[in-house]
């Protein structure tokens, strides 16, 4: 599969009665294949309006998209849940309309942590359990293409720690090209190979750094020191 390619000149939205806002300026980014590409900037410097870009949900930019693989799994900020189907048949859905056959719900919901919750409905999980179900959703459709923003945000520090090693094997696993949107330096330093810094709104690259587990040591300390910023730079 040739590599993903992002190229956005510029991206710019008007909400009624208020002057223009231009979120993205000059950004470029290809995302190898089987890569994770953590895209770690502040809240509000476009980094989701590149994102849905990516994903083919704004076509109204100057730029373009190459090579955007044909099937998508996305884990939003919030869970998105059908709070009245099961959690097998969030799954089953999104892969029907994928035009894929049943996945394997019960595997799936075992390999996050929801062994026999196929039946229960979202109302019944907490948020970290429901960020969970969200994961095997987006698994359900064997992506080409997996999409992570936010996935630990309103998560307690020891809940967001054991997702991150979950969401972790999993990537391992599935193999997908995954991109990854955060502003927590935790987040990528455990998941990416990859880490693109964006600036402030306009979002464009302020550098891109290769981040291999190739055995230094993977913590915001050592992250901090490879991107030469402080925490308060995100």
């Not at 949900?57 to 884990?75: I, M, N, Q, S, T």
Request: net charge neutral; with cysteine.
């Amino acid at each position: 599969m040739p590599t993903l390619e992002l190229a956005i000149r510029r991206k710019s939205y008007r909400r009624p009665g208020a002057a223009a806002v231009e979120a993205v300026r000059d950004l470029a980014l290809s995302f190898p294949q089987g890569s994770v590409t953590a895209l770690l900037g502040p809240s509000g410097c476009g980094k989701t309006t590149a994102l849905r870009i990516l994903m083919g949900l704004d076509a109204d930019f100057e730029g373009e998209v190459r090579h955007r693989p044909a099937r998508l799994g996305v884990v939003f900020q919030e869970p998105r849940l059908l709070p009245w189907r099961s959690l097998g048949d969030n799954l089953c859905i999104v892969a029907r309309a994928a035009g894929l056959p049943p996945p394997p719900v019960e595997a799936l919901l075992a390999r996050v942590g929801l062994a026999g919750w196929g039946a229960r409905l979202p109302g019944e999980l907490s948020l970290g359990m429901a960020r969970r179900a969200a994961l095997a959703r987006a698994l359900s459709v064997q992506p080409d293409l997996l999409v992570l923003d936010e996935p630990f945000v309103s998560l307690d520090a020891a809940t967001a720690a054991q997702l991150r090693g979950l969401v972790g094997e999993v990537l391992a696993e599935c193999g997908a090209t995954t991109v990854l949107v955060t502003h927590a330096l935790e987040d990528a330093a455990a998941l990416a190979d990859r880490i693109a810094v964006l600036t402030p709104r306009p979002a464009g690259l302020a550098r891109l750094v290769e981040w291999p587990c190739d055995g230094r040591p993977r913590d915001v300390a050592a992250l901090q020191a490879a991107l030469d910023i402080g925490r308060s730079s995100i």
